[in-house]
Protein backbone atom coordinates (compact mmCIF):
# COMPACT_ATOMS: atom_id res chain seq x y z
CA UNK A 1 0.00 0.00 0.00
CA UNK A 2 2.57 2.35 0.80
CA UNK A 3 4.20 2.21 -2.59
CA UNK A 4 1.01 3.72 -4.25
CA UNK A 5 -2.07 4.42 -1.87
CA UNK A 6 -0.22 8.31 -1.51
CA UNK A 7 -0.57 8.55 -5.29
CA UNK A 8 -3.54 7.41 -5.98
CA UNK A 9 -5.01 9.23 -2.78
CA UNK A 10 -3.60 12.77 -4.31
CA UNK A 11 -4.26 11.79 -7.91
CA UNK A 12 -8.14 11.39 -7.03
CA UNK A 13 -8.25 14.34 -5.23
CA UNK A 14 -6.91 16.26 -7.81
CA UNK A 15 -9.41 14.39 -10.15
CA UNK A 16 -12.61 15.64 -8.13
CA UNK A 17 -11.61 18.35 -7.59
CA UNK A 18 -10.85 19.88 -11.54
CA UNK A 19 -14.12 17.69 -12.26
CA UNK A 20 -16.43 20.08 -9.97
CA UNK A 21 -14.26 22.89 -11.16
CA UNK A 22 -15.26 22.22 -14.61
CA UNK A 23 -19.22 20.79 -13.93
CA UNK A 24 -19.15 24.45 -12.54
CA UNK A 25 -18.32 25.73 -15.15
CA UNK A 26 -15.46 27.49 -13.82
CA UNK A 27 -13.74 30.27 -16.71
CA UNK A 28 -10.75 30.54 -14.87
CA UNK A 29 -7.85 27.48 -16.42
CA UNK A 30 -7.46 24.79 -14.67
CA UNK A 31 -3.94 23.17 -14.26
CA UNK A 32 -2.97 19.87 -15.09
CA UNK A 33 -1.27 18.00 -12.13
CA UNK A 34 -1.39 14.40 -12.45
CA UNK A 35 1.87 14.29 -14.67
CA UNK A 36 3.48 16.60 -11.40
CA UNK A 37 2.12 14.03 -9.08
CA UNK A 38 3.75 10.99 -11.07
CA UNK A 39 7.03 12.68 -11.07
CA UNK A 40 7.02 13.43 -7.44
CA UNK A 41 5.89 10.16 -6.11
CA UNK A 42 8.73 8.56 -8.48
CA UNK A 43 10.74 11.15 -7.16
CA UNK A 44 10.06 9.80 -3.68
CA UNK A 45 10.17 6.26 -4.72
CA UNK A 46 13.78 6.29 -6.22
CA UNK A 47 15.08 8.49 -3.36
CA UNK A 48 13.73 6.06 -0.85
CA UNK A 49 15.22 2.93 -2.68
CA UNK A 50 18.82 5.57 -3.62
CA UNK A 51 18.75 5.44 0.67
CA UNK A 52 19.70 1.86 0.79
CA UNK A 53 22.79 2.37 -1.60
CA UNK A 54 24.15 4.58 0.87
CA UNK A 55 24.45 1.69 3.27
CA UNK A 56 27.07 1.17 1.39
CA UNK A 57 29.79 3.31 2.83
CA UNK A 58 29.56 1.21 5.89
CA UNK A 59 32.40 -0.88 3.59
CA UNK A 60 35.43 0.66 3.57
CA UNK A 61 36.15 -0.89 0.17
CA UNK A 62 32.67 1.04 -1.54
CA UNK A 63 33.24 4.11 0.30
CA UNK A 64 33.14 6.28 -2.87
CA UNK A 65 30.00 4.15 -4.24
CA UNK A 66 28.34 4.69 -1.53
CA UNK A 67 29.36 8.50 -1.46
CA UNK A 68 27.87 9.12 -4.59
CA UNK A 69 24.48 6.87 -3.45
CA UNK A 70 24.67 9.38 -0.82
CA UNK A 71 24.66 12.47 -3.20
CA UNK A 72 21.94 11.00 -5.35
CA UNK A 73 19.30 10.25 -2.79
CA UNK A 74 20.25 13.83 -1.67
CA UNK A 75 18.78 14.80 -5.09
CA UNK A 76 16.65 12.72 -5.33
CA UNK A 77 14.84 13.58 -2.06
CA UNK A 78 15.04 17.35 -3.10
CA UNK A 79 13.18 17.18 -6.02
CA UNK A 80 10.46 14.86 -4.41
CA UNK A 81 10.12 17.69 -1.50
CA UNK A 82 10.43 20.51 -4.46
CA UNK A 83 7.57 18.90 -6.19
CA UNK A 84 5.47 17.59 -3.57
CA UNK A 85 5.02 21.64 -2.73
CA UNK A 86 3.76 22.39 -6.06
CA UNK A 87 1.35 19.55 -5.95
CA UNK A 88 0.15 21.05 -2.72
CA UNK A 89 0.18 24.59 -3.94
CA UNK A 90 -2.12 23.49 -6.63
CA UNK A 91 -4.24 21.75 -4.30
CA UNK A 92 -4.51 23.74 -2.34
CA UNK A 93 -5.58 26.62 -4.98
CA UNK A 94 -8.16 24.35 -6.50
CA UNK A 95 -9.62 23.95 -2.73
CA UNK A 96 -10.13 27.95 -2.35
CA UNK A 97 -11.57 27.94 -5.92
CA UNK A 98 -14.14 25.79 -4.96
CA UNK A 99 -14.99 27.26 -1.51
CA UNK A 100 -15.25 31.18 -3.31
CA UNK A 101 -18.55 29.05 -5.37
CA UNK A 102 -21.78 30.32 -4.96
CA UNK A 103 -24.00 27.26 -4.25
CA UNK A 104 -21.27 24.47 -4.33
CA UNK A 105 -24.06 21.67 -3.31
CA UNK A 106 -25.28 22.33 -7.27
CA UNK A 107 -21.85 21.67 -8.72
CA UNK A 108 -22.08 17.78 -8.38
CA UNK A 109 -25.07 16.08 -6.82
CA UNK A 110 -23.78 12.57 -7.49
CA UNK A 111 -21.42 12.77 -4.82
CA UNK A 112 -22.35 14.87 -1.97
CA UNK A 113 -19.87 13.47 0.38
CA UNK A 114 -17.06 15.41 -1.78
CA UNK A 115 -18.53 18.53 -0.30
CA UNK A 116 -19.23 17.59 3.75
CA UNK A 117 -16.29 19.75 4.78
CA UNK A 118 -17.43 22.89 3.04
Known amino acids: MNLFAPYQIMAELNKENENLLQNANL ?5 RIHVICG ?19 ENPELLTTGMIMDMVNSVLTIGAGVL ?4 IKNYHEMEVELKNL ?3 SQVNPDHPELLDSM
Do not use: F
Not at 27 to 31: A, F, L, Q, S
Not at 84 to 87: F, G, K, L, R
Open 102 to 104: EDV
Open 84 to 87: AVYV
Open 39 to 57: WWWGLWIASRISGYGGRLS
Open 27 to 31: KTPIK
